[in-house]
């Protein structure tokens, strides 16, 4: 199974109005560390796929975007968990291409690069745009209640998007796919 998750409102902090610009911004949602160590433990490759219009609108440069990204990593392994691949978009909306979410660019490219069907992929995000780019992209959709999730989920989730399996965060969703998938 390859898992790929969302960042911003996933892992750490969302900003509604704002983004992470420097590595003293991201603050990692309580229990993640642990939830992706569970994932690890079970030999599942995770990966990032994340939006990150502040590159593209040069509110940050990639270098700073790296930084931020390499807090990410070393609080995670504080939990002894790992992030086996990164994916970005750093498309502005007006310049966007189908590696930005609602585009499934990034989620096709996980699941070249790990060589796993759609069949064997789940996407765990907090937006709709999350959950557009998990249907086109044909895996399994789950949402989580944290980040902007409640807002998305109260909004009204839109039939070609559906199924989805709401969590109320992303260990909630990592017991939830643990508990469905017995240990060989």
Same mark, same amino acid.
Request: proline content about 7%; some cysteine; overall charge neutral.
């Given at each position: 199974?390859?898992?790929?998750?969302?960042?911003?409102?996933? !892992? *750490?902090?969302?900003?509604?109005?704002?983004?992470?610009?420097?590595?003293? @911004?991201?603050?990692?949602?309580?229990?993640?560390?642990?939830?992706?160590?569970?994932? *690890?433990?079970?030999?599942?490759?995770?990966?990032?796929?994340? *939006?990150?219009?502040?590159?593209?609108?040069?509110?940050?440069? $990639?270098?700073? !975007?790296?930084?931020?990204?390499?807090? /990410?990593?070393? @609080?995670? +392994?504080? $939990?002894?968990?790992?992030?086996?691949?990164?994916?970005?978009?750093?498309?502005? =909306?007006?310049?966007? #291409?189908?590696?930005?979410? =609602?585009?499934?660019?990034? /989620?096709? @490219?996980?699941?070249?690069?790990?060589?796993?069907?759609?069949? $064997? #992929?789940?996407?765990?995000?907090?937006?709709?745009?999350?959950?557009?780019?998990?249907?086109?992209?044909?895996?399994?959709?789950?949402?989580?209640?944290?980040?902007?999730?409640?807002? #998305?989920? +109260?909004?009204?989730? =839109?039939?070609?998007?559906?199924?989805?399996?709401?969590? $109320?965060?992303?260990?909630? +969703?990592? *017991?939830?796919?643990?508990? @469905?998938?017995?240990?060989?």
């Amino acid at each position: 199974m390859l898992i790929l998750l969302d960042r911003d409102g996933v !892992l *750490n902090r969302d900003y509604p109005d704002d983004y992470v610009k420097s590595p003293a @911004e991201l603050f990692m949602l309580p229990g993640v560390g642990k939830a992706v160590a569970q994932l *690890n433990a079970r030999g599942w490759p995770v990966a990032i796929c994340t *939006n990150q219009a502040c590159v593209g609108k040069g509110i940050i440069d $990639e270098a700073m !975007l790296g930084r931020i990204h390499e807090k /990410l990593f070393d @609080e995670l +392994a504080r $939990e002894n968990a790992k992030i086996d691949a990164l994916f970005f978009a750093p498309d502005p =909306p007006w310049a966007q #291409t189908d590696r930005r979410k =609602p585009g499934a660019g990034m /989620l096709r @490219e996980a699941m070249q690069r790990f060589r796993k069907s759609p069949a $064997e #992929t789940v996407f765990i995000g907090d937006s709709l745009t999350d959950l557009q780019a998990g249907a086109t992209a044909g895996v399994r959709r789950i949402l989580v209640r944290s980040g902007k999730g409640a807002q #998305t989920q +109260a909004k009204g989730l =839109p039939q070609d998007v559906l199924p989805v399996t709401v969590a $109320e965060d992303l260990p909630d +969703a990592v *017991n939830r796919l643990l508990s @469905e998938v017995p240990v060989i």
